[in-house]
Nanobody, 121 residues
Framework: QVQLVESGGGLVQPGGSLRLSCAASGNILTIYTMRWYRQAPGKQRELVAAITAGGSTNYADSVKGRFTISRDNAKNTVYLQMNSLKPEDTAVYYC???????????????WGQGTQVTVSS
């Protein structure tokens, strides 16, 4: 069974930092693009950052210069380093990845369960 499990969320003051992690597990043959999305109350889910298998990255304009996405292919893990956090960054953050699995012998899109990030004084 393939899973994406996020960790690292929590409560932080404005200006603070958090590091999110997302580990993929299961019978995975290849991990392609990995992404972080977020969804604030009453808002649509939005793409925050993405990283390809080759390491190319892209970011939402609202987080450029503050957030950094990275991955450790040996650990099947993607990270999101969040600095200079603002109250408007408060949301549930979801990991998303394109995975080629032995069970399906195809590439499919998977979601994690989400982790809450709250930025408040």
């Amino acid at each position: 069974q393939v899973q994406l499990v996020e960790s690292g969320g929590g409560l932080v003051q404005p200006g603070g930092s958090l590091r999110l992690s997302c580990a993929a597990s299961g019978n995975i043959l290849t991990i392609y693009t990995m992404r972080w999305y977020r969804q604030a109350p009453g808002k649509q889910r939005e793409l925050v950052a993405a990283i390809t298998a080759g390491g190319s990255t892209n970011y939402a304009d609202s987080v450029k210069g503050r957030f950094t996405i990275s991955r450790d292919n040996a650990k099947n893990t993607v990270y999101l380093q969040m600095n200079s956090l603002k109250p408007e960054d408060t949301a549930v953050y979801y990991c998303n990845a394109d995975l080629f699995t032995r069970a399906t012998m195809s590439t499919q899109n998977y979601w994690g369960q989400g982790t809450q990030v709250t930025v408040s004084s």
